[in-house]
C-alpha cells in the first residue's frame, strides 16, 4: 500500500514536497515514481526513480524544478517540487513496481501499486 501526503494550495513561485510513504513494499527495491492528473486529463508521468540506485527520470515539462529522492530508512518517496507553475495543478499519485520495463518507466501501466492521490493547486 502506498500513502500520499503533502499537497496544498501554493501560489506560482512556491515550493511543496510531497511524500509517499509504502506499506508492504521496500522502496528500495521496486521502482517508484509520481504522475499526476489535471482535471479533463489523463494520467501523466512526473518523475520515477530505478530500484536497487539512485537513477532518476523525469517529464520534460518538471526537469530542472521536481526532484525525486528516496529515503530507505523510512520507506519513503519524496517529490520536491520547486518554482511551481499554475499548470502544475494536479492530483499527484505515487506508484510503485517491482519489474518495470526501463524503457517504459514512464508509462503508467507499468506500475501495479498506487496510492489515493493528494491535490496540489498553484494559483497565480
Known amino acids: 500500500q502506498l500513502q500520499a501526503s503533502g499537497g496544498g494550495l501554493v501560489q506560482a513561485g512556491d515550493s511543496l514536497r510531497l511524500s509517499c510513504v509504502a506499506s508492504?513494499?521496500?522502496?528500495?527495491?521496486?521502482?517508484m515514481a509520481w504522475f499526476r492528473q489535471a482535471p479533463g486529463k489523463e494520467r501523466e508521468f512526473v518523475a520515477a526513480v530505478k530500484r536497487m540506485g539512485d537513477n532518476t527520470y523525469y517529464s520534460d515539462s518538471v526537469k530542472g524544478r521536481f526532484a525525486i529522492s528516496r529515503d530507505n530508512a523510512k520507506n519513503t518517496v519524496a517529490l520536491q517540487m520547486d518554482s511551481l507553475k499554475p499548470e502544475d495543478t494536479a492530483v499527484y499519485y505515487c506508484?510503485?513496481?517491482?519489474?518495470?520495463?526501463?524503457?517504459?518507466?514512464?508509462?503508467?501501466?507499468?506500475?501495479?501499486?498506487w496510492g489515493q492521490g493528494t491535490q496540489v493547486t498553484v494559483s497565480s
Open positions: 508492504g513494499l521496500t522502496v528500495g527495491r521496486v521502482y
Open positions: 506508484a510503485a513496481d517491482r519489474n518495470v520495463i526501463l524503457s517504459a518507466i514512464r508509462s503508467s501501466s507499468n506500475y501495479n501499486y
